[in-house]
């Protein structure tokens, strides 16, 4: 047994220098890339994974912030099935998606606008940008001072005109208060998609311009012919983040209405706010992470089935 001992002993001795200026050499040309990654790997497992791990644990229980967490297995699924708030707001969040119509193609008509040779247009292109850099919270304020029934700036500029005989209250009815937010919500939004595109303009070579205009196609034609398909990869990126950002918005309705008139603003993730954060009926973090994991997965199943049916977008496959 000893014998055999020291001969292992003997073969990793004079393997040792070998692998030791192997790992130096690994060290030298790797070791700062390792190092680099080695801050957003442990903010990615602290601010990603851990919670992650922490709304899965309490799907199971029940645990209000204050009192002892207690396990209630398949309870919060349950409740979530009956639950017709949620599946009502599901249905507000697809319907507030739809802000994406006004927001896109406002965005990528600007985008034009500014891609032609417009003086000033550094100056164009800040202010409408500037709604995107501006606190969500501030647009939102801004717009309920706006749309006050009593003093508001849209009312009296109507009162004024003698379009309407008396202030709308547009935060007070759910259709008005929904509209409003969606208007809002694309307002603040449409610069960066404008950026977007400008950038996807900007990718393409301009001798494929010249070619069309020695062949005579303008206008409407190269737009269509040109500018669309050979953006097409970045046209797939600028949808897929406007539908999943809007899927996984809660919009201004927090400042604005915070989901009131009667539910009709409460969006999916103002419902989740609520739940982790008090709501009518106080806080739920086991409810909460329920709605929440069920949701994602939905996020998740959306994004997918969105990837396979835009495939043929890619202009370079």
């Given at each position: ?28 040309k790797y ?17 990603s994974l ?13 645990y209000?912030?204050?009192?002892p ?16 708030i ?17 927001e ?24 409408f ?8 919270s501030?647009?939102?304020?801004v ?29 007070s ?13 694309a307002?603040?939004n ?25 062949d ?5 034609k ?39 008139p ?28 329920t ?27």
């Amino acid at each position: 047994m000893s014998k055999l001992t020291a001969e292992s002993n003997l073969a990793g001795a004079s393997l040792h220098p070998g692998s030791r200026r192997a790992f130096s050499r690994f060290v030298r040309k790797y070791g700062p890339a390792y190092l680099m990654l080695l801050v957003p790997v442990c903010f990615f497992a602290v601010f990603s994974l851990y919670p992650i791990g922490w709304a899965l644990k309490y799907v199971f229980y029940y645990y209000d912030g204050v009192m002892p967490e207690r396990f209630t297995g398949m309870a919060n699924l349950h409740r979530l099935m009956e639950d017709q708030i949620y599946w009502s707001s599901l249905w507000k969040q697809a319907l507030f998606s739809l802000k994406i119509l006004i927001e896109l193609p406002l965005a990528f008509v600007l985008a034009l606008f500014l891609y032609s040779r417009l003086r000033g247009r550094n100056i164009f292109r800040a202010m409408f940008v500037m709604p995107y850099i501006l606190p969500g919270s501030t647009m939102a304020l801004v717009m309920y001072i706006l749309l006050n029934p009593y003093n508001g700036g849209l009312n009296q500029l109507l009162l004024k005109l003698h379009l309407i005989d008396q202030p709308i209250q547009f935060l007070s009815g759910g259709w008005t208060a929904f509209a409003s937010g969606m208007v809002m919500d694309a307002w603040q939004n449409f610069g960066i998609n404008m950026l977007f595109f400008l950038v996807g303009l900007t990718s393409i070579p301009k001798d494929v311009y010249e070619s069309a205009d020695m062949d005579g196609a303008t206008g409407w034609k190269r737009m269509r012919y040109i500018s669309i398909p050979m953006m097409g990869r970045i046209l797939q990126m600028i949808l897929f983040l406007s539908i999943l950002g809007t899927l996984k918005s809660m919009g201004p309705f927090l400042v604005l209405t915070n989901g009131g008139p009667n539910n009709a603003t409460e969006l999916t993730f103002l419902y989740i706010f609520h739940q982790f954060f008090g709501g009518e009926a106080g806080s739920n973090y086991g409810y909460g992470a329920t709605v929440a994991v069920v949701t994602a997965l939905m996020l998740v199943v959306v994004s997918v089935g969105y990837f396979k049916l835009t495939k043929r977008m890619d202009y370079h496959e």
